[in-house]
């Protein structure tokens, strides 16, 4: 009677313990810091970048290197504690950003060369017509094309009052303005990219483990019940 | 420990893959009825247990169970570390598709060869039980850890240096691994002795 109480007892104990360990084990951070990621962006003629762990730490130190097209090295640095790292554009190709956190961890990044060419103002098609300094001019063009003229006061009347800008230098200030307001939200985004494993990843892989194991039983089952002598 | 893809050159991972598909025919071929259970819940062990992280320095380190697996199942380490690196890779984009060989490699090579040394040992007293099995779990990460040094030589080009920053990264692993694995040895041994005599 004692000897099965002990043999409960320790039984007991060991349960505790193993659950205890499960517990701790499970309470730890279950986001994994096993993947990197890099995220680039570009405003105007510079690329920002920023680099993570999955669990959202910053990867400091990592070595980040920009390639063209061609797998040519173009530019390569270290990131700050932060994960960030900037370059000013070094060419007008598409980029391919490789990030190296050391020990095979690796992350990239495309920047298209459209990308770049919008962020610094290059369109493909025809340049734009070059400013004219000569009045006369600068009003045709506003009439010829779809440009925006704000004007102080009647602009038709009084032409010397009127302050013309044209649908570049509009462009220009717009961009300059957005970039401005949309960086803090790129940043979130590329913080938003990051995203742990979720617990639905986790017992999903559970849930097809152990559907495996059934498949492999059941074959095994068929081949044991045939190899059994009738 | 899981290497990502576009890092490794192609004959590495093609002797990797290589290495990997042997393996797994083998374990394969040596699992039975009687341990599809049990490969299959060390399978998900091993799955969760990448997700348990300590950060280290610059990069960050997590448990891999690879001994704990190596010393239970032996051969058929090597289909149950392939499925879970295989789920790993399709839902936490940890290492990649293309590195699948080369990781199943770096992970449960050191667990078949762990089980060689350590297994006949476990069944001892329960001293040389504790002892073994916390060197089977510590020796298991550090035999991985060269081998991820070996495969980073042919991109790092040296392979001592890469190999004690690995190495050196996953030492706290080891110290963890050690424990846990001879916790659940000797657990093991009191309530199921019959899992860790084959």
């Given at each position: 009677m004692k000897k099965n109480f002990l043999l409960k007892l320790n039984c007991f104990k060991y349960f505790s313990s193993f659950t205890l360990i499960l517990l701790f084990v499970f309470s730890a951070?279950?986001?994994?810091?096993?993947r990197v990621v890099i995220f680039a962006w570009t405003e105007g003629n510079m690329v920002f970048t920023q680099s993570q762990f999955s669990d959202g730490r910053k990867v400091s130190n990592g070595l980040v290197q920009v390639f063209d097209f061609n797998d040519n090295l173009l530019l390569k640095g270290k990131t700050d504690p932060n994960g960030d790292f900037s370059f000013k554009i070094p060419e007008i190709t598409a980029l391919n950003i490789v990030l190296n956190a050391g020990m095979g961890h690796q992350g990239h990044w495309k920047l298209s060369e459209k990308e770049i060419k919008t962020s610094m103002g290059?369109?493909?098609?025809?340049?734009?017509p070059e400013k004219n300094d000569t009045r006369t001019d600068i009003t045709k063009t506003a009439q010829k094309e779809p440009s925006v003229s704000l004007t102080a006061g009647e602009n038709n009347k009084n032409p010397d009052s009127a302050l013309l800008l044209d649908k570049k230098q509009l462009e220009q200030i717009i961009e300059k303005v957005l970039d401005k307001k949309i960086h803090p939200i790129t940043r979130m985004l590329a913080q938003m990219q990051n995203k742990g494993p979720s617990v639905n990843d986790i017992f999903g892989g559970i849930g097809y483990i152990l559907g495996l194991m059934g498949v492999a039983a059941f074959f095994l089952s068929k081949k044991k019940k045939n190899d059994c002598p009738k | 420990m899981h290497l990502s893809e576009g890092i490794l050159s192609g004959p590495v991972l093609f002797s990797g893959a290589a290495l990997a598909v042997a393996g797994t025919a083998v374990g394969l071929k040596k699992l039975d009825y009687d341990r599809i259970a049990q490969t299959g819940i060390l399978s998900a062990a091993f799955f969760v247990a990448s997700l348990i992280h300590v950060p280290i320095g610059p990069t960050s380190v997590h448990l891999l169970l690879n001994g704990i697996v190596g010393l239970l199942l032996g051969w058929c380490a090597f289909p149950a570390i392939l499925i879970a690196l295989l789920l790993q890779a399709l839902?936490?984009?940890?290492?990649?598709l293309t590195t699948l060989g080369v990781n199943t490699v770096v992970m449960a090579l050191p667990a078949v060869i762990c089980y060689y040394l350590f297994s006949p040992f476990i069944n001892k007293n329960q001293v040389i039980t504790i002892i073994s099995a916390y060197a089977c779990g510590f020796f298991c990460v550090f035999l991985s850890a060269v081998l991820v040094g070996a495969a980073l030589m042919f991109t790092e080009k040296n392979f001592l240096e890469i190999s004690m920053m690995v190495v050196a990264a996953h030492l706290p692993v080891m110290i963890i691994e050690g424990f846990i694995t001879t916790f659940c040895i000797v657990f093991l041994k009191k309530v199921q002795p019959s899992m860790i005599t084959h």
């Open positions: 951070d279950f986001a994994s810091a096993h290059i369109s493909d098609q025809k340049p734009a | 839902f936490f984009q940890f290492g990649g």
